[in-house]
């Protein structure tokens, strides 16, 4: 449809039985759920509306465009007028906009949609003090995008005439509706309901591939599977540009991108203008000090880069947990959570993450959480256990943090705590007690936190409300980078009892707890001589198939190009001898101790999978071992010359900056 061309929705026009109108009649057979947003936007057509300009918002794929279409066929069936406008086809000049709308003018009921806005908000200030005044008095305007509307449309003179309307994801019973419509009929439907998390756009791409294949299951689901290449194409690819891709594929491996990151994982970038590229994206989001992607493009451009390109998938997530873990330690305590988001093991991830931020936060207790948690605790008969919890809640709720939803529904609880912050009385509690002193008796070793409890009321399969409680108790403990952990295990539950084993917990029998007919066992965690940070750093170089980071050190004030010039110069003694990673007194011995540093750091800078073993040969040939020329290397090793050249380049960036970094690569 053109700009400000009259919809045919709903076959109220002559547009009756032609392909159009089947079209929008499936369309609406498909639709599901947001019957309360319907409801609403239903009202503001009455003669007293609610409001007369209504912003829909919410992230890419969660069913703006699909409400703004079956809206749009009920207000043609009370007889009013659409005149649709679409963000991407319109030119960011207000006599486009005027131009799209003049019909409207004269239309005795008009409805404005006007949808993806956030592709012309450079028109927010012109539609507010111009276009939107101008129209009839009875117009009603319904704006669509992903970002909220600015304050200045919700107050003064638009107080009272807008609202905003923020689209959730679709409930349970909805997303089994929208399967439903669309002929998924079988066991399948519970199983992609909860792959797909609530979003509309997931679940239309998961029902026509279910369809079409019928041995489809999410269970299935891998990094080619045609649905992940769909949710690519649909939200990604029109906007992709070849000189940003680098930074694209950070931000698909890390939480936040900042431009502190891409100065440290993409030197050869120019950090400021890749952000900037990025944040103009559609589907990306502000957080925090930076920005993030839309978790639903995220997952997809992550599974589909590791497919594509695994080795520059790995090599990217090996610079930014290095990145994150210099700053982290540097006083950042709060980058755990970032870490967190780089590590893979599920296992892990049941106790230690924040995946669930999007639909759950972290606060502090309130007294009605107390009465709530004992009601629970009644039912499900562990109420002698909370008579011990509750005390904290009462003496020292600072000990304490709650998860809650975004209807700010209680979720879940913890009670964590270190030597120095511990509650008096929590040195004569019957299960932490003992645990306060056995952990000062360790003090030496490195600082500890104590939980005594941590409790998901969720049930989610995903346990993210159980890993968010994870890192709120280390960050509310008040030890930055713990050295051990004490958890409460119950050893009935296989998330918690895994989540200990995966972290090479030692079970100290000595200091469980029998308490009526509940055990509850203490599984103590030592993350080694650098805390957590360090384990967290470690099992991510783990998953990658890197060893453990070294502590060799280049001599003071080597670079990495000095290592990369070394590296070409392997075969000339003079030149080794000038080097600044030189030492000795003589030439030759000044050269031979540069073949042996770069030899030592080679054998320590690549892993045993077979990818780095290859690129580790792909060094040894190129510079250590080196034949009569790169292209012969490359016919050995049966490469491309491109895909040779681009591994060398890889190989020698690792030894440099696992030398000049401490033995790690940067």
Same mark, same amino acid.
């Given at each position: ?247 694209? /594929? %950070? #931000? ?8 502190? @990151? =891409? *100065?440290?994982?993409?030197? !050869?970038?120019? $950090? ?102 004992? /009601? %629970? #605790? ?8 909370? @008579? =011990? *919890?509750?005390?904290?809640? !009462?003496?020292? $709720? ?114 469980? @707890? ?124 049966? @490469? ?27």
């Amino acid at each position: 449809m053109h700009e400000g061309q009259r919809s045919s929705a709903g076959g109220q026009t002559s547009a009756a039985g032609t392909l159009a109108a089947r079209l929008a009649e499936r369309d609406h057979e498909r639709f599901s759920g947001r019957r309360t947003e319907l409801a609403f936007l239903g009202t503001c057509l009455s003669d007293d509306p609610p409001a007369c300009v209504v912003f829909v918002h919410g992230p890419g794929g969660i069913g703006k465009s699909t409400l703004l279409r079956e809206f749009e066929r009920q207000a043609v069936a009370q007889g009013w007028d659409p005149f649709h406008v679409e963000g991407r086809e319109l030119s960011p000049a207000p006599h486009s906009l005027e131009a799209a709308l003049g019909d409207a003018q004269q239309s005795a009921h008009p409805l404005v949609l006007i949808d993806t806005y956030e592709r012309m908000s450079g028109l927010d200030g012109y539609l507010r003090r111009t276009l939107l005044p101008s129209l009839p008095g009875n117009a009603v305007i319904v704006i669509a995008g992903r970002l909220a509307p600015e304050p200045e449309w919700l107050t003064g003179i638009w107080e009272g005439v807008s609202a905003e309307l923020p689209l959730a994801k679709l409930s349970r019973a909805d997303s089994l509706a929208l399967l439903e419509a669309y002929e998924v009929h079988d066991a399948r439907a519970e199983a992609i309901a909860d792959w797909a998390e609530g979003s509309p756009l997931v679940l239309a791409l998961a029902a026509d591939t279910a369809v079409k294949d019928p041995s489809w299951t999410p269970a299935a689901e891998d990094e080619s599977s045609e649905i992940m290449r769909s949710l690519i194409r649909r939200l990604v690819e029109s906007e992709l540009r070849g000189e940003r891709l680098s930074a694209l /594929l %950070v #931000a698909a491996i890390t939480r936040v991108t900042t431009v502190n @990151l =891409l *100065t440290a994982v993409l030197p !050869e970038s120019e $950090p400021v203008t890749a952000y900037e590229r990025l944040r103009a994206l559609s589907f990306t989001e502000p957080l925090g000090d930076g920005i993030t992607l839309h978790e639903l493009v995220r997952k997809a451009l992550r599974a589909d880069f590791r497919a594509r390109d695994p080795e520059r998938e790995r090599e990217l997530r090996r610079r930014i947990i290095d990145h994150l873990y210099d700053r982290a330690r540097e006083g950042n305590p709060l980058l755990m959570i970032d870490m967190a988001h780089l590590i893979d093991n599920s296992m892990i991830k049941w106790g230690f993450g924040w995946e669930g931020s999007v639909d759950y936060r972290i606060d502090d207790a309130r007294p009605e959480d107390a009465v709530q948690i004992s /009601l %629970v #605790a009644q039912q499900h008969g562990f109420d002698d256990w909370w @008579l =011990l *919890t509750s005390r904290f809640f !009462e003496e020292s $709720p600072e000990r304490v943090a709650v998860a809650r939803d975004k209807h700010d529904r209680l979720c879940g609880y913890m009670v964590c705590m270190s030597l120095a912050t511990a509650p008096e009385f929590a040195w004569d509690d019957p299960l932490v007690g003992h645990w306060l002193a056995h952990a000062r008796d360790a003090a030496t070793l490195g600082e500890a936190v104590l939980w005594h409890d941590s409790v998901d009321f969720t049930r989610e399969r995903g346990a993210r409300v159980q890993a968010m409680l994870g890192i709120a108790g280390i960050l509310r403990s008040g030890v930055a980078n713990p050295r051990f952990a004490y958890m409460p295990i119950n050893p009935s539950v296989p998330g918690a009892v895994n989540f200990a084993r995966a972290l090479g917990a030692e079970h100290l029998q000595d200091l469980d @707890l029998d308490l009526s007919a509940r055990r509850i066992e203490c599984h103590r965690i030592d993350y080694g001589p650098g805390g957590l940070m360090a384990a967290q750093r470690a099992v991510v170089y783990t998953e990658l198939g890197l060893p453990n980071p070294q502590t060799a050190r280049a001599p003071v004030g080597v670079n990495a190009e000095a290592v990369r010039d070394a590296l070409r110069n392997f075969r000339l003694p003079h030149e080794l001898a000038l080097s600044p990673l030189a030492v000795g007194e003589s030439s030759d011995e000044r050269a031979e101790s540069v073949r042996r540093l770069l030899r030592e750091t080679v054998d320590s800078a690549f892993g045993e999978t077979d990818n780095e073993q290859l690129l580790k040969r792909v060094l040894v040939r190129g510079y250590l071992e080196p034949a009569a020329s790169h292209e012969q290397v490359a016919y050995e090793i049966s @490469l491309s010359r491109a895909a040779y050249f681009r591994r060398l380049r890889t190989a020698a960036e690792r030894v440099a900056e696992h030398l000049v970094n401490g033995g790690r690569a940067r």
